[in-house]
């Protein structure tokens, strides 16, 4: 029977607008790894072939040494920073679908910067702007899912964001292995931007958060969205009685005719949380460092060595097949997170991590052991084992944790702070992967540091991370009486 239920609450709509919602991942996706196959084309290394049909009047390529080339790479972070920054109390004051509908601004103009860049700086500025969109798109999309989801699937459709990036992964490195020649590199990342433009036509169709609408006063709102959402026969009793909990006691006579009777256990409603406010107290402060570790475990375990430096670093031991590979990678990538959503959901969110950061400290160990000895087969199935168990948890998981730690009011700013601090993880492995490798005289030399970051933050997140699955909400999952002193 809960399966059934399961079945009847996810509708066609719901589907549609997780969909719509999470083109903001699926950017993301795309642009960290829309430069690494044509890198030697955009850089003037590669001599193109052929008509250059696509000029109109731009340079064919782009002049830049490797230092310039790793600032273009990180300066999309630094925008993804900002982004970051700005999303979490945006969302919080002015509603989760107006803030997915400002990023398709930064998603339409950075593509179209990078396309027609004549020279370093406006394919900078473009990656910049691609980054701000990317840097709020992961924040708020991963909160939206996770209120308009059900409450007994919120860890299988928390999967979508990570799904989608990889989904933007793939695309952009099969664009990549097929127009890295002549002008058509400009193609591959004027892409992104027609992404843009079918994400703001969609988003005219996604509504508003119901979480988001109860937490501002809007209980009937509210209840009109979640039924639309949930269908028309569908019984939202109980998830309105919860989002009634979690609201103030509205001013209108109609709007609180639409709560449960209030309960001696009932908390009071607690505005929105800024980021400094919810870093300072101590009822928030040990979720939101369970939720940044889990971001720093994201990216320091080394998967984006992988998304951004592949075709560079696996031309050392497969000098023909780098490209082929990379994208074989990014498939198996997709089809391992889509095999792995319902995992967070049967087996725990804590499991799940723990598992997959496990898995790829033996990964980054295998392969660091692969390019040192040469071995091509070793390599190559190193790689393939490592996108795999990232897709078991630190993949999705890290994405759903902010929604589930803390309460609605705190939930903007704490996914803040994560993808902040992401943000910054990744800006250290893009711009300095490669310096430290050539440090250490290349052979995959880095990944033994890879695998030492996974055993530390693996040991973090088993002593700070309490399981989020079956929980009803944040106070129960850290076992503490609801706070009324807001």
Known sequence: MANEST??????????????????????????????????????????????????????????????????????????????LLAGPVSTKYGRRITLQAT????????????????IPLLALGRFLSGIGCGAALVVSPIYVS????????????????VMINVGILSSQVLGYFWSHDSMWRLILAAAGTVGVLELVGL???????AWLAENHQISQARRVLQRIRGSNADIEAEI???GNSSAVPTSGEEESLLPP???????????VTMLR???????????????VSMLAQQLTGI???????????QTVLPTGAALLTIITSVINLLATLACMPLPDRIGRKTCLLLSISSLGCCSTLLALGFAFHQKIVSAVACLLFVTCFAVGLGPVPFILSSELVGPEAVGATQSWGLSVNWMATFVVAQFFPIVNDALGGQGRVYWIFAAMAGLLGVLLYRILPETRGKANADEVWGRVARRDD
């Not at 005219?204 to 119901?210: A, D, I, N, Q």
């Not at 209030?262 to 929105?272: E, I, L, V």
């Not at 919810?278 to 940044?292: G, K, L, S």
């Open 7 to 84: 079945r009847l609450r996810v509708t066609p709509y719901l589907v549609c607008i997780v969909l719509i919602a999470t083109l903001g991942p699926f950017q993301f996706g795309y642009h960290l790894a829309e430069l690494n196959a044509p890198q030697e084309v955009i850089t003037c290394e590669k001599k193109s072939i052929g008509a250059n049909v696509l000029s109109y009047g731009l340079p064919q390529c782009i002049h830049m040494d490797p230092s310039q080339f790793g600032l273009i790479s990180s300066i999309y972070t630094l925008g993804g920073f900002i982004g970051a």
């Open 104 to 119: 398709t601004v930064f998603f339409i103009l950075g593509p179209l910067a990078e396309a027609l860049a004549p020279a």
């Open 147 to 162: 209120e308009v989801a059900p409450p007994e699937s919120r860890g299988l459709f928390g999967v979508f964001t990570q």
């Open 204 to 210: 005219f169709l996604v509504p508003e958060s119901p």
């Open 241 to 243: 009685a919860a989002l």
């Open 262 to 272: 209030p309960s001696d256990n009932q908390a009071p409603k607690r505005t929105g």
């Open 278 to 292: 919810a870093i300072q107290d101590p009822y928030y402060r040990p979720a939101i460092f369970a939720v940044v």
């Open 304 to 314: 984006n060595s992988l998304v951004m430096y592949s075709v560079s670093i696996l």
